[in-house]
């Protein structure tokens, strides 16, 4: 009987591809492990192996595996059945999903190589130009790569050029796998064991009588190691706490008294310091600690309502210990882990290093470490923190998942596939893991709120700020009639300057926010109203003041300033909107004397670019922070009393249904980063609204009205938790082309979803990079099918694939797109 294996290849294809292995790689492969395996023309692929089983795919024959990568499985049976459900539920291939899931040095490089064939004899002449500088170029190098062949030739296609060769039998071309990972090296040392005895240990010491730095060396060596015998001793540790450099011990190492040995360190290693205890909780913490214990008892998810500062950390860090003390692993999901070394120090305060961080900007090797770690079930990783993309890795016995600031649009993969939320993905992991999950957020998403009033989830309200601090008071500011009455400083209301001038009396901390979208500075002309655009967008420039361009946020096209109008050349130019970099300009102007500092994307750049600024800010280095939205995100500073919103309509008129919801989550959020100690905070909403409701119900803390009001407007308008949505973007770069192709696709789904297919229609930005978009949505009734409904679309847009006249669309698929 042969034998077969499926493989998930990291390719979009719809299926499974099927092998052929011999009985005895049937016998010793198991699902999860990698192989290398031929796919397409001449490449070679690392494939997770889905199934070991006897049928013959028919269709087309099995080819043999190249090698097999592993001796245990790297992906686990839970793994597999996760990313089944990822591909289902939003429309992608599990390839997709795996490309996401592991570390990419799992995915080992199929890199070809090319080589002389052994032996050649070439007729020269029969060679072309091209094929002749390769060969000659390989008498003198063994092998090339090629790229190396793309630069000797100095031409995109060498691939003819190679074929032909292969062809005339001068060289061979293969490909050779190697792994990517390789495990961080540092040098130890160790006595030789011939100074081991006493007697050989006296015999050295007195050798050494004239080199006093390297018996300082041995002595150090004895002390470290008298307290602990078999803990391994680094190079570089011995060589600090000896006070000497590491050459006085290499000369040691050179005279045979010590021996040096490389060894594989973890890169993940906390850095020590004391861990305590957690702290006591409050009685209305304690409170809503049993309601969620009792919660579990029936429901798998509860949601936490708690405000801002009321410690729902501290509730999280309970329900961590009593799951760390079973042995079982908790995930605790972030937003972003940029925003994160405050929370990390904390956790790691009462976890030690059983806390692991997975972390965006890790390198691939610390991602592979912190993958392992977690596979390995191994005690340093128990609590594991990160962003939305751990939630793919191996979890052993997971025993609860934390989801903070669940509200967050950040845990929304917008690009590539899987499109997955990890909110969502979390509440099935949870579910497949049999964990319990906690949603925790002062201003919880809609979707959540709407699941926990209708029993989906448990909910529980933590109404209290810790310390019974109280909420920051609210005023609202209405610009147009600063603006009437003149009271306008630039984009500073009177209020707003007497309230920031008090409080730096005051020696307290201002935070300043302003939201980065859509509200970038533009350059217009007063004469025409020209302003410059992007050549390849269709958006306007923006401009930087700091190196004095217009830039594109879209695909960074540049330029320096003009000093005319590039249309009609009027030297009448001026800067319209205001993001976070006229904020801080025009501040500089309103108070000369007081340290400012900056928080947006443009400023924290670089891994510690971030941490720097709220470092600075922590220790009152900066008194008044001008940020975007990355100050939101539960950041716990004590020392500030005053925060500014410079305007708010941007936030509610942009054109999105959630619009509204996201202004009132941002809104009160940055307001929570305000008086968190004794002192009554103050916030300041600078609006031309004033009277909106979204305003009114911000300033009064009220999330209950504005979460029925929201419902009332969603229910109305088809739009989730009562409608589900899929929205379809097509892309290319032929403008007729994408609107012939949407008017078909459209069309055929209008066939099965009548009324509930909106669009096609342009996006607010219809082309970037040179490429056309158009949107179709979808909506989906709560009690049509889902499964069904996917499955139609499917079968339309393979229709639509097999139409030629389309061929250069590509359809991008998001299921719940936010
Ligand atoms: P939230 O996440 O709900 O906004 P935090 O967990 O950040 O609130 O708590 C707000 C502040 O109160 C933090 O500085 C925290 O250290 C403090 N805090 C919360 N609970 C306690 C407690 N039980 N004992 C001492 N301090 C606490
Ligand atoms: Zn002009
Ligand atoms: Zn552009």
Redesign the pocket.
Known sequence: MPHFINVILPLPLEKHFTYSVSAGEAEFLQPGMRVAVPFGKSKIYTGIVSAVHQEDPKIYEAKPIEQILDKTPVVTAAQLAFWKWLASYYMCAEGEVLRAAIPSAFLLESETIVQLMKDVEVEEEELTDDEYLLYEALQRQSSLKINEIIQLLDKKTVLPVINSLVEKKVVVVNQEIYEQYRPKMEKYVRLDPKHASEEGMHQLLDELNRAPKQRQVIFTLFSLSAKDKDKPLKLKTLAKESRVSTNVIKSLVQKGVLEEYDSQTDRLQYGGGEVSGS????EY?EQALQEIRAAYEKERVCLLH?????????IYVKLIEEMVATGKQVLYLLPEIALTAQLIS?LQAYFGEKVIVYHSKYSVNERVEVYQNVLNNSSKAKVIVGVRSSVFLPFHDLGLIVVDEEHESTFKQYDPAPRYHARDAAVVLGHMYNASVLL?S?TPALESYFNAEHSKYSLVN?NR???NVLLPEIEIVDIKEKHRKRRMTGHFSDRLVEEIRETLAEKEQVILFQNRRGFSPILECNTCGHSPQCPNCDVSLTYHSRNNQLRCHYCGYNMALQKKCMACGSPELSTKGFGTEKVETELKALFPDHKIGRMDLDTTRGKHGYEKIITAFEEGEIEILVGTQMLTK?L?F?NVRLVGIMNADTLLNFPDFRAHERSFQLMLQVA?RAG?TEKRGKVLIQTYNPHHQIVQQVSMNNYADMYKEQLEERRQYKYPPFYRLIRLTLRGRDYSRVNEGADWLATSLKNSFYENVLGPEFPPVARIRNEYYKNILIKIPQKQSLGKTKGLIEKVLQSFKAVGAFRSIRVVVNVDPY
Do not use: F, V
């Open positions: 702290m006591e909780l409050n913490q708690g405000i801002t500062s009321s410690g729902k950390t501290e904390r925790g002062a933590l700020r810790y310390g539960g716990d004590r929570g968190r």
